[in-house]
Every structure is written in C-alpha cells, then in structure tokens.
T-cell receptor, first 113, second 113 residues
Framework: TQLLEQSPQFLSIQEGENLTVYCNSS?????LQWYRQEPGEGPVLLVT?????EVKKLKRLTFQFGDARKDSSLHITAAQPGDTGLYLC?????????????FGKGTLLTVNP | NAGVTQTPKFQVLKTGQSMTLQCAQD?????MYWYRQDPGMGLRLIYY???????DKGEVPNGYNVSRLNKREFSLRLESAAPSQTSVYFC????????????FGPGTRLTVL
C-alpha cells in the first residue's frame, strides 16, 4: 500500500508569514498533485508536478517535486487570509491499465488577519 | 458546463436503510471515482470506473456497490447503512493525459444514525 505522509497536520499563522507544507512517501509516483479544499466544497487542483526536481510557481505558491519523485513541498510566501483551507497532496501511479491517486491526510491551514 | 454534480447534498439515514448517491459529469471523461472523506483520514477511494462498463474496488469498498450507468453517470449505493458510513462522499472524474487531473463534485454529507 502506498502512503503519503503530510506535515504538519494543522498550521495557524498570521497574515504575511511564510510557510512550508511537506508531503513524503517511500514510494515513487509518476506525478504528484496538490489540491486545495474549502469548507463544503470538493478539492480543486492547484498543480501537477511530473519531473523529479521540478519546481512550479503559482503566484505566491511554490511547489517542488523531489529528485527521486517520492516527496514534494508547498511553500507559501506572505500568506493571506484567502489562503486558508485544506491542502492535500496526491500521488499518481499506474498499475497496468488502472490509474490511482493516493491522497495524503491533508494540512489544514488557517491564516489570521 | 456544470462539471461534476452530486445529489443529494445532505442526507440522514437510519441504520439499515438503503440509498443511492448520484453523480454525473458533462466533461466527457472516461474515468470516474467515488471517495469518502473522514476527519484525520484524508480521501479514501471506495470504487472507481476506468471506462463505461467497468468498475473496480478501491481501498474501502465494503458495504458499497456502484453502477456505471453510462459515460456520464456513476452511482454509489449503500444497501444497509451503518453508523461507520457517516462521512462526506465525493465523486470525481479524470481527464486523461499528462496532467491526470481529477475534477471533484461538491460532495454529499451523509449521517447514519
């Protein structure tokens, strides 16, 4: 069974602070995705990283895929209250003709004004 | 373009009752998925359908059945609801290709008394 460990589980910070969320596994994934979920809604994809060592930026969010494609990080610069939400990492793998997304348990981020 | 729609949004059942959760997507995706989300557990895959006419078990299939009615619709049935099935249920469909993005519905919040 493939597992994705996310840390921290909870994070409460003040507006303007920086933060990093980690997603680690002992398994190799074809790609890794980060989703953001707001209360009462389904997760929404933020980014997909495919290549080991890849770095992608989405405004104040920076995503990195580990060289060995087993881990990833999400860094937010100058966090804003609008960044509040549940951040989920998900590893994508393929077994034969089947595709599977394995989700981490999530990091609940609260950004206080 | 509605994306992924789910009905109902909320449901309360008594132990032993049955019900069907409905899901439909209008994006012409081949693959569809059912997840449950519980506090501290992340998203866990119940069943998936790689294409019309096929279904496969995920991580937590016990107590559930699914039907891929056509390309658009994928339903989840609880034959005899149990309190352990109290959860938020999400349906998703997947776009093929390098991004492998899953699009999620808004969820069904189910309480079993």
């Amino acid at each position: 069974t493939q597992l994705l460990e996310q840390s921290p589980q909870f994070l409460s910070i003040q507006e303007g602070e920086n933060l990093t969320v980690y997603c680690n596994s002992s398994s190799v994934f074809s790609s890794l995705q980060w989703y953001r979920q707001e209360p009462g809604e389904g997760p929404v994809l933020l980014v997909t990283v495919v290549t080991g060592g890849e770095v992608k930026k989405l405004k104040r969010l920076t995503f990195q895929f580990g060289d060995a494609r087993k881990d990833s990080s999400l860094h937010i610069t100058a966090a804003q209250p609008g960044d509040t939400g549940l951040y989920l990492c998900a590893g994508f793998s393929r077994g034969g003709s089947n595709y599977k997304l394995t989700f981490g348990k999530g990091t609940l981020l609260t950004v206080n004004p | 373009n509605a994306g992924v729609t789910q009905t109902p949004k909320f449901q309360v059942l008594k132990t032993g009752q049955s019900m069907t959760l409905q899901c439909a997507q209008d994006m012409n995706h081949n693959s569809m998925y059912w997840y449950r989300q519980d506090p501290g557990m992340g998203l866990r895959l119940i069943y998936y359908s790689a294409s019309e006419g096929t279904t496969d078990k995920g991580e937590v299939p016990n107590g559930y059945n699914v039907s891929r009615l056509n390309k658009r619709e994928f339903s989840l049935r609880l034959e005899s609801a149990a309190p352990s099935q109290t959860s938020v249920y999400f349906c998703a469909s997947r776009i093929s290709g390098s991004r492998n993005e899953q699009f999620f519905g808004p969820g069904t919040r189910l309480t079993v008394l």
